[in-house]
């Protein structure tokens, strides 16, 4: 791929959660495909049937990689926050289970509604919202990206919604939707600034983001195990904006946007003097460089989605809907 994909691929750990990504300038018209140029033309990402055979073949190559427990089976399928995800998800699965996967369950995805935005340039890209048998009844959002015609669709989002949570996008007489830019100054927040402004929130507070399990609730559950006896927890934050990191939004019916973002974070246990980092789990072990004497501090790449209302509605917060967050690699010191 030619974009710079920024930091790449390390995995998620927790098992119950996933990812995926892709999009193409090709045009099938009723009597054949029409090869245009993607670069200035505004046209469809993807056909319907682009999108849904690039679902199955990312689901394909997701249940071939869990199953072996080998990142090479699905890394031409996934792509941006996803593949970091998943990545060290399979790593930690490969260094702990050798011979394979003893726990593997296929992914199964029924329903998918795909959401297909005209747009003129690369990458091109549409969302997939699929029911799973998998993530507790929620919904599957899956983000597909593709940089040109010749390119494989890769799964650069996936996050997971509660039934009901996911609005209704404008859409054309055709059906197809419409690509917020990342720029955009007729929403609450700019795509390109929510990264930015989600950590600024963990950091600092505020009220440019909803009270949620995503906002307010995590900033509680920090504040509360920042210090415990013999053990003090820092983090920090960072935005993931470049390359395959780069937002993707759609056009909500109200006026707004639905955003998908990526966020960096990382936690680090200090142990007092006389006392001891907690033994983490065998798959953070496994994704740990050095020993862990006197500290610990943990990589994880998170991906997004959320509500951006449209500028001037209501009181302008932005409702995380869905993260999906995951272990990419750590250091023992």
Same mark, same amino acid.
């Given at each position: 791929? &030619? ?23 090709? /045009? ?43 990142? &090479? ?10 593949? =970091?995800?998943?990545? !060290? ?20 995805? /029924?329903? =998918?509604?795909?959401?297909? *935005? ?21 919904? %599957? ?11 494989? %669709?890769? !799964? ?6 509660? *039934? ?30 929510? /990264? ?11 009220? &440019? $983001? ?18 415990? *006896?013999?053990?003090?927890?820092? $983090? ?23 955003? $998908? $973002? ?32 006197? /500290? ?22 932005? &409702? ?14």
């Amino acid at each position: 791929m &030619s974009r710079d994909r920024g930091p790449r691929r390390p995995r998620r750990l927790d098992r119950k959660i996933l990812a995926a990504a892709s999009v193409t300038a090709l /045009s099938l018209t009723a009597s054949g495909c029409v090869v245009v140029h993607g670069e200035r033309e505004v046209l469809p990402s993807a056909t319907r049937a682009e999108a849904a055979k690039a679902l199955e073949q990312f689901t394909e190559a997701y249940n071939a990689a869990d199953k072996a427990y080998d990142t &090479s089976l699905d890394a031409d399928h996934t792509t941006g926050a996803l593949a =970091a995800i998943d990545s !060290a998800r399979l790593k930690a699965g490969a260094t702990n289970h050798p011979d394979g996967n003893p726990d593997h369950a296929p992914l199964e995805l /029924s329903d =998918a509604k795909y959401t297909i *935005p005209k747009k003129a340039g690369w990458p091109r890209w549409f969302v997939a919202d699929a029911k799973a048998n998998k993530g507790g009844g929620a919904r %599957w959002l899956l983000a597909f990206t593709r940089d040109g015609l010749d390119g494989t %669709w890769e !799964a650069a989002y996936l996050t997971l919604v509660a *039934p009901g949570k996911v609005p209704e996008f404008v859409t054309d007489a055709d059906g197809w939707a419409e690509a917020v830019p990342a720029d955009a100054t007729d929403v609450s927040v700019a795509p390109g600034d929510l /990264s930015k402004d989600y950590t600024a929130y963990l950091k600092d507070g505020g009220k &440019s $983001f909803a009270d949620g399990v995503h906002t307010s609730t995590w900033r509680a559950s920090r504040e509360k195990r920042g210090t415990r *006896p013999g053990l003090v927890t820092q $983090f920090i934050d960072e935005p993931l904006t470049n390359g395959d990191y780069a937002p993707l939004a759609l056009r909500t019916k109200d006026g707004g946007a639905l955003v $998908f $973002f990526t966020s960096r974070h990382f936690e680090k246990q200090t142990a007092a003097r006389g006392a001891s980092v907690p033994t983490p789990n065998k798959d953070v072990l496994a994704l740990t460089d050095g020993e862990i004497k006197q /500290s610990l501090t943990m990589e994880f790449v998170s991906n997004e989605v959320a509500l951006d209302p449209a500028d001037g509605a209501g009181d302008g917060q932005v &409702s995380v809907l869905g993260r999906v967050q995951g272990l990419t690699s750590a250091k023992g010191e």
